[in-house]
């Protein structure tokens, strides 16, 4: 048989079970007699203390794991904050990525795009004539024995040329005072 409270507990039942099963004729002794070994009470125990409930066990009360309930619900918020903490910071680096994704994607047929129009630029020259014509129009060549003209429209007024302010020799002080008194 085990030793310890447990063991202890049990022998208490079974007196107390076996004084009951007596019947009517058994007299019980009085609780000033045996005060410290009333069942449900502890060793040293007041007399005018309250017994425990006999009927709840600690497993029913408690719960799984015999944790209280606020405990349990301390322990469920702990477990939701740090699933919450692990969860959102792969996904800001989703959501993150995604906008990413979506960025380079726009970039990458922009680029197909300027390929696309580089590429038929280079068919275009690629015919001698087609460069030639280039050449006349954009940097203005012309053949040897060619004269070129260059036509100036009227209507175009032409910016004369910025001339620059004298400047003054004085120093920097002297140009101070003089914008200060308005001289």
């Not at 007196?15 to 000033?32: F, Y």
């Not at 309250?50 to 322990?75: C, D, M, V, Y």
């Not at 918020?77 to 960025?103: F, K, N």
Request: with cysteine.
């Amino acid at each position: 048989m085990p030793s310890g409270r447990s063991s202890d507990r049990q022998q208490r039942r079974r007196a107390g079970t076996a004084s009951s099963t007596r019947g009517n004729g058994a007299k019980r002794r009085s609780d000033a007699q045996t005060p410290a070994k009333r069942s449900g009470t502890r060793p040293g125990a007041q007399a005018g203390s309250r017994p425990r409930p006999k009927n709840k066990s600690r497993s029913e009360t408690a719960g799984a794991f015999k944790l209280s309930s606020t405990r349990r619900a301390a322990l469920l918020a702990l477990l939701l904050c740090a699933m919450a903490l692990s969860v959102s910071v792969p996904l800001r680096t989703y959501l993150s990525q995604r906008g990413e994704l979506a960025a380079q994607e726009q970039h990458r047929t922009e680029l197909t795009q300027q390929v696309r129009e580089l590429e038929m630029r280079k068919e275009q020259l690629s015919d001698p004539e087609r460069v030639e014509a280039e050449a006349r129009s954009r940097l203005g060549y012309v053949r040897p024995g060619e004269t070129p003209y260059i036509v100036e429209l009227p209507g175009r007024p032409t910016a004369p040329p910025a001339t620059p302010a004298p400047e003054d020799d004085g120093a920097w002080y002297s140009d101070l005072w003089k914008s200060l008194t308005g001289n």
